[in-house]
Structures are given as C-alpha cells and as structure tokens.
C-alpha cells in the first residue's frame, strides 16, 4: 500500500479477506497473503465534513467485500454508485488515505 497499490490481506487456508488488515485469519486464525483486488466498489453513503483542514466528500465504499471509508474530490455522488479507487496511500503521519472518483458508467 505504500507504494500506491491496494493489497488486502486474504487468508491461504480459508480465503476470507481479512479487513482491517491483520498478518492472521480472524476465522481460522492461519496466515494471510497480500493480494490485488478489485478496487471498483459501490457508495454505500456519503457526507460532507467541513471540519477545519478536513474538508472534502468522504464516502463509505463497499469493494469485493470490505467496506472503508474514502475521500472524493467532488460532491456530484449517488448513495448506491459504482465509484473507482484512484488513489491510495499513507500520509506522512502514518495514516492511510484512499482517493476515489465515481466509475464510468
Ligand atoms: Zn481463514
């Protein structure tokens, strides 16, 4: 993820997606393994926040079968719309941020 890729850890005995990300299965407690997924997803909801430095869209996204939440750089948003991860990665303080837009249609 640091270097702009989105990797879920997913687990190599049973295959479950572990989220938040974890080095061990939650359900059958073996290892995980970073993979690719898919990072077309849908708006589950969305608000503004107009907290001071922290303005902006944010948008909670289900995406092959995690939910996060996301920043949008636009308020033109559907609860219910296939969005896109544009973006991904860690801010200097340590955080991870995740930039998306809405999908072509
Ligand atoms: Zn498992």
Excluded: N
């Excluded at 295959?15 to 995980?32: D, E």
């Amino acid at each position: 993820m640091k270097k702009g890729k989105f990797m879920v850890p997913t687990c190599i005995s049973c295959g479950s997606k572990v989220w938040p990300p974890s080095h061990r299965c939650p359900y059958c407690l073996s290892k995980t393994s970073l993979k690719k997924i898919e990072t077309t997803g849908i708006l589950l909801e969305f608000s503004s926040s107009h907290i001071k430095g922290k303005e902006g869209v944010f948008g909670l996204i289900e995406m092959s079968g995690i939910k996060l939440i996301g920043s949008f750089g636009t308020p033109q948003l559907k609860e219910g719309m296939k969005v896109k991860m544009t973006r991904c990665g860690v801010r200097p303080d340590g955080t991870a941020f995740y930039s998306f837009a809405p999908a072509k249609a």
